[in-house]
């Protein structure tokens, strides 16, 4: 019964926190690159061509993980 209730227990989680998690995270996987949504206009890189492209994404990404290795010490 134990072995039952962990598996029932765990389709819960699944369904209840998991599943909605993964299917925002790949919507917005597909919205970035042009494949869905209202302005879709089809494959594309150009939007993330245009943020890894930006030296001011680099910076901030420098900043984060300096401001982070400061206080995970």
Known sequence: ???????????????L???PLLLGIGYA???????TGILGEGFTLGHWQAVL???AFWETMAFS?????GTSG
């Open 65 to 69: 993980t300096y401001g982070t290795g």
């Open 53 to 55: 492209g930006s030296a």
């Open 29 to 35: 996987l597909l919205y970035s690159l042009g494949l």
């Open 1 to 15: 019964m134990q072995k039952k209730a962990t598996y029932l227990g765990l389709a819960l989680f699944f369904l």
């Open 17 to 19: 926190a998991a599943f």
